[in-house]
């Protein structure tokens, strides 16, 4: 007979025919018509139980279903499972700090946004639209938009190589900021001067040690006194390429006399052992130098010149290839790689060495000092 107990007031059936299997559980259903079907499915590996109960064959399908291995449930990873994954991966873990802290930030939106969208939802062709709008929502940011697409390629790109989506419907969205080029930006004489002429006391050590090394921004904030030996050899692993070339300079300060008067006159009182710091001892740090460089342009009179840090290295290399230094020569200084044209050329069989550094040095010290021949700049020291 049936019976109301439940919440919603839906009339529970319960089995009252032959007596069931061990193991066989009944479901009623209510057809539109009013009628009432049952239906019948082993309790622990949920096989569905055809024909009448208590006949011979109702109970050898309960028994085959006993035998019966269940299944474990399929888990649909969601896009904020996809995150959660990545996050754990070895191509996360590798990256610079900044970068990682950038990149889940952006998935907190990501996550947001699409967080429970399984690979199915991905792999069609509207969630390409779905990206498009939005990019578009910050288009008031162009820069913003343009990082936030590039994170969620990533992701995409490495769920699809795993084989966790069918397509990849990010590929080749357009950038909406208009990324201008910076080849052959540098420092020209007279913007040298100004800065010069401007620039406080640690500010002018921190851009002539930049401009003689061609070291970046975040890297010039790590250089200790502990990279120099006691020859005055300065040996250094640039960050950006440390897991990929490996690229290590090497940087003989005597052999350029503006370089080793620099290297004497820094101050060493500061806790960290850094060569570089602001005036009160404290190490530079990359926001310091954006801020600081913003105002030391606006006393040089150079906010419209549109000049960046990076043009410091830029500038850097542009000096070792006016002195006539060799490719190999100036990469031993800028630690980019050497020969990579693929052209067979013979620069594909040389590496950076202290050798090419040395002779590279040389060549900018007569540049620097016409006066001074580069023959009589002390040789490599013999330790």
Known sequence: MPSSGSPKGRMIMKWSGPKLPPGVSATSKRLSDGSVTWYFYHKTTRTRIEGEPGTAAFNRQAQRADHVVPQPAVKR???????????????????????????????????????????????????????????????????????????????????????????????????????????????????????????????????????????????????????????????WLHSKTAKTTKATSYYPTFAIPQFKQLIEEMPRRNETDRMLTIDAGIPWTVHNINCRWYLWLERAGLLDADIHFHDIRRQCVQDLLDADCTNAQAASISGHSIGNSGDGSFEVYTKRSRGLAHAAYRKLAAHLNPEVSGENVEWIRKK
């Open 77 to 235: 990873e969601t896009l904020s499972d996809l995150c959660d994954l990545f996050e754990k991966s070895p191509e996360h873990a590798d990256c610079a700090p900044k970068t990682r802290l950038t990149r889940e930030t952006i998935f907190k939106q990501i996550r947001h946004r699409w967080g429970e969208y399984e690979g199915r939802h991905m792999s069609v062709r509207q969630f390409r639209g779905e990206i498009f709008d939005w990019r578009d929502e910050f288009s008031a940011t162009p820069a913003m938009a343009d990082k936030n697409v590039s994170t969620l390629q990533r992701l995409i790109s490495w769920a699809y190589d795993r084989g966790k989506l069918e397509y990849d419907h990010s590929k080749k969205i357009p950038r909406l900021a208009n990324k201008r080029s910076r080849e052959g930006c540098g420092i020209s004489p007279e913007e040298d001067a100004k800065l010069l002429a401007t620039g406080k006391p640690d500010e002018i050590r921190l851009y002539k040690f930049a401009r003689l090394t061609g070291i970046r921004k975040s890297d010039l904030c790590r250089v200790s006194w502990d990279d120099m030996d006691a020859d005055g050899w300065i040996e």
